[in-house]
């Protein structure tokens, strides 16, 4: 478990039942999780060396919907790995609230 992740959940008020399954998705993704922990840390997105996945990097994602900034990008980047299909349909139909 990443202590800085779990840190930032923390002071965020995430309920504890969503922050376990967020916290095993980043363990599993430990790339993605060095990349939030750098935006976490940094307050921005990294440029060079940036995970790509479907094409997509964190920053991109960040940049294709408002509620996407920050901790939605990356678990849309380990969606984007572990369910490439869902997560594609998912960025094609936007972001828009019902």
């Given at each position: ?16 039942i969503?922050l376990n399954?967020k916290?095993?998705k980043?363990?599993?993704n430990?790339?993605i999780?060095d990349?939030?922990?750098?935006w976490?840390?940094?307050?921005t997105?990294?440029?060079d060396?940036?995970?790509s ?12 919907s408002?509620?996407?900034n ?7 980047l380990?969606?984007?790995r ?5 997560a ?8 828009k609230?019902k």
């Amino acid at each position: 478990m990443n202590a800085v992740i779990k840190e930032f959940y923390e002071k965020n008020g995430i309920p504890r039942i969503l922050l376990n399954p967020k916290l095993k998705k980043f363990d599993a993704n430990p790339d993605i999780a060095d990349e939030f922990v750098y935006w976490i840390e940094h307050g921005t997105y990294k440029n060079d060396g940036a995970i790509s996945i479907e094409g997509y990097t964190a920053k991109k994602l960040s940049e294709t919907s408002e509620y996407l900034n920050g901790e939605g990008a990356f678990i849309l980047l380990i969606e984007l790995r572990e369910a490439p299909k869902k997560a594609l349909a998912k960025i094609s139909k936007g972001f828009k609230r019902k």
